[in-house]
């Protein structure tokens, strides 16, 4: 009897472990989800397109329009003297090179002048940040050269980078149809001399002097000083 029981004791015995090694529950995928959640994917930012930078004003083409105030508020657009020869000098009250070219035997004392009067159009455009607002000032530079030309102030730099100006003076000259057809120095005498075996030449002048004669501009681009 004792051995049938100890016999009836083992086979319990077993048949709990073989239960417990083919115990094969699923296990809860969910709350193992809920704990340990998946990062949620982040919106693609839009990559907004440069911008191309504007080209500065280009040779044969038409000189890029404009709408500046002199020193006395008035309004002046290039397009008001369509027909006419025109004649940009970028100008600064401040720069050594400007105040020699306006002080007595400076070139810029007498060409505008002189071309004033065969009917061209001479304007003065101050691009520099500081100087550009400062009206008093520049009325006093050209009081004191008793300089005859109108300034346009452009405080913003725009027209002047939309010319490519780059140094006080720096010339450009515009034609009757307003097509850019000289850019760069007043004349090849910084300080008023010329360089050694070279004529001394006022690029402007001679720029303005073929387009009346109906010829090509045979020196049409040089590097402004200043």
Not at 115 to 127: D, I, M, R, T, Y
Request: aromatic share 6%; with cysteine.
């Amino acid at each position: 009897m004792r051995r049938m029981i100890m016999t009836a004791a083992l086979a319990a015995v077993g048949l709990a472990s073989v239960s417990r090694a083919d115990d094969t529950r699923p296990v809860n995928t969910a709350a193992v989800t809920a704990q340990d959640p998946k990062p949620e994917a982040k919106p693609v930012e839009k990559q907004e397109p440069k911008k191309e930078e504007a080209k500065a004003a280009e040779l044969g083409k038409a000189a890029p329009d404009f709408e500046l105030v002199d020193l006395d508020g008035k309004k002046v657009k290039l397009a008001d003297f369509k027909g006419k020869l025109v004649v940009l000098e970028w100008f600064n009250p401040d720069c050594p090179m400007c105040d020699w070219a306006y002080s007595q035997g400076g070139p810029l004392t007498e060409v505008p002048e002189r071309l004033k009067k065969e009917g061209v159009v001479w304007l003065a455009v101050n691009s520099d940040g500081k100087t550009a607002t400062e009206v008093d000032k520049n009325k006093d530079f050209l009081k004191e050269k008793k300089a005859a030309v109108q300034v346009l102030l452009d405080p913003s730099g725009k027209t002047g980078k939309a010319y490519g100006a780059k140094t006080t003076p720096h010339c450009f000259v515009i034609d009757e149809k307003g097509v850019l057809r000289y850019s760069g120095a007043l004349d090849n005498a910084p300080n008023g001399k010329a360089k050694e075996g070279e004529t001394k030449t006022n690029f402007v002048e001679k720029a303005i002097s073929e387009i009346k004669g109906g010829k090509p501009v045979t020196t049409s681009e040089t590097k402004s000083y200043g």
